[in-house]
Structure formats: C-alpha cells, structure tokens
C-alpha cells in the first residue's frame, strides 16, 4: 500500500478533501490517515516541518506501516525558470544542500557520508508534470546567501523535507514520488510570496492529485 508523506495539515487537505476517511490515529506521536481516493487505499503520515520530522516519518511508513512506495507532495520555493508560482513539479533527484562535510573530506556541498553525490535519485519515468531537482534545507524561506549554492547544485525548487525522505526511502530501498506546488520564488520576495500565494499553489495540488495518484499509486 503507498504511504504520503506530507509536513502540514493544510498540504495534506490537497487528498484528504477528496477522500474516503477510513480511520484516524496517533502512532508514535504523528497523525495517521487511512483513506481512500481515485480507487486506491493510502495512509497517510502527517509528518511535521523539518527534515528530522520527515525522516522519522518516512521510517514510520516504512518501518510501520510496511510501506511499498512513498508520495511526498507538498509546497515549495521555486528557483529555475521552470518553476513558476502555482506550477506543479515532479522530483526526480534530490539533495540537502545544508549537509557540508567539505572541510573535513573534500566532498561536494550536499553528500552525505556514505554516498559518492550529493543526488539521492526518486523514482522516475513517463510523467505528466515537469521534472525538477529539488534542494532540501531547514530554512522556512531560504537565505539569499544560499542562492550560489542552489544555482550550482542545479537546483529548481527547495523545501524542508523532501531530500531527507529521500534518504530514507533510497536506504531503505522503496521507491518515492515526489511532486511539489510552486508558492513563491527564492529571493528577496521570498516571504511575502509565500503568504500572498500559498492558497494558490494548494489549489494547484488539489486539482493535480489525480494525475498525482495515476502515477505514484496506481
């Protein structure tokens, strides 16, 4: 059965608003759906922000739960060309670009210790959505000091969790999909973007989520 992965309650409302709600429960301190929606079964583990939230969530679906693929999907700041306000996008490749062992090992900014890349690879194939690089970092908007780093890694869109699930999942060796909701740019509008059109983007992910589901849960 697939597990979503989603940070806030207002993310998650993107499928729960179009779903059967089967059961709610508490398990190990995280919110648990179990639902059904466009014919398919799901759980869903309402993680919390932040990439040790996330993580422990993703050992929770995986661990837990017995998850056979993960879905994250959920709002992100856009960087590249490709990713304008209310644009939806499927990662494909992920890093945690605040991860930085450089000084101690030579390696690039966002590798992990036991990898040779900073890119953890998510499952990939035909999609209806542009393919995107996301950077995973525990900053709400970003700071602009951080837009070199971003530009050089490739990046096309940041948040907060999803390179850290992508870790989880690739360790673990089940399959994720991940799909991201554009509701602001990175730079000097970054926070008054955010709040002006989050509503916006959430209504991108809503209306996406069949396609969404066609994808990664079928």
């Known amino acids: ?117 900073p890119y953890i690879p998510l499952a990939d194939g035909k999609s209806a959505f542009t393919k995107a690089t996301l950077a995973t970092g525990d900053k709400l908007t970003g700071s602009l000091a951080d837009i070199p780093l971003l530009r050089a890694l490739g990046a096309d869109v940041r948040d907060m969790e999803g390179g850290a699930i992508a870790h989880v999942a690739y360790s673990a060796g089940v399959p994720l999909y991940s799909y991201k909701a554009v509701s602001n740019k990175i730079g000097e509008k970054s926070v008054s973007e955010y709040k002006q059109f989050t509503e916006k983007a959430l209504e991108a992910l809503r209306g996406s989520m069949e396609k969404i589901f066609a994808e990664a849960c079928k």
Do not use: C, W
């Not at 179990?34 to 759980?43: E, K, L, N, V, Y």
């Not at 050992?59 to 856009?78: E, I, Q």
């Open 1 to 117: 059965m697939p597990v979503l992965i989603v940070a806030m309650k207002n993310e998650a409302d993107a499928v729960l608003g179009q779903s059967e709600l089967l059961e709610e429960s508490i398990l190990f301190g995280r919110r648990v759906f179990h639902a059904r929606a466009f014919g398919t079964a799901f759980s869903l583990v309402l993680s919390g922000i932040g990439k040790s939230n996330a993580a422990a969530a993703a050992m929770l679906a995986v661990g837990g739960l017995h998850a056979d693929r993960l879905v994250n999907f959920g709002l992100a700041g856009g960087f590249s060309e490709k990713a304008d306000i209310a644009s939806v996008l499927r990662v494909t490749r992920a890093v945690q670009y605040d991860f930085d062992l450089s000084e101690v090992n030579g390696t690039p900014k966002g590798t992990l210790d036991e990898y040779a890349s």
